[in-house]
Nanobody, 114 residues
Framework: QVQLVESGGGLVQPGGSLRLSCVGS????????MSWYRQAPGEERELVAT????????NYADFVKGRFTISRDNAKNTVYLQMNRLKAEDTAVYYC???????WGQGTRVTVSS
């Protein structure tokens, strides 16, 4: 079955960086676009970034453009989210998703606080 396992979250100070990872299994990872979403407390889940299957195309939400970078390593079945210049409003649980399939990981919590 499809499994997505996120890691890399934690507590970081404003202005700091984190790199999230998501390992996928149970599907042909290299042929699927992947996405990162996030959900802050009391808020709707929102799309953060998407990357095409071969990594040549990326899209970002306006609120992370210039700060976050999505990438992937198909040899490792892994998609990454490099998050720089983090802000308090980036605090959320971050999830990865196979873009065209209804499968989610368990999420990894990111807290940005001094």
């Amino acid at each position: 079955q499809v499994q997505l396992v996120e890691s890399g979250g934690g507590l970081v100070q404003p202005g700091g960086s984190l790199r999230l990872s998501c390992v996928g299994s149970g599907f042909t990872f290299s042929s699927r676009a992947m996405s990162w979403y996030r959900q802050a407390p009391g808020e709707e889940r929102e799309l953060v970034a998407t990357i095409s299957s071969i990594g040549g195309g990326t899209n970002y939400a306006d609120f992370v453009k210039g700060r976050f970078t999505i990438s992937r390593d198909n040899a490792k079945n892994t998609v990454y989210l490099q998050m720089n210049r983090l802000k308090a409003e980036d605090t959320a649980v971050y999830y990865c998703k196979v873009t065209s399939m209804p499968y989610w990981g368990q999420g990894t919590r990111v807290t940005v606080s001094s």
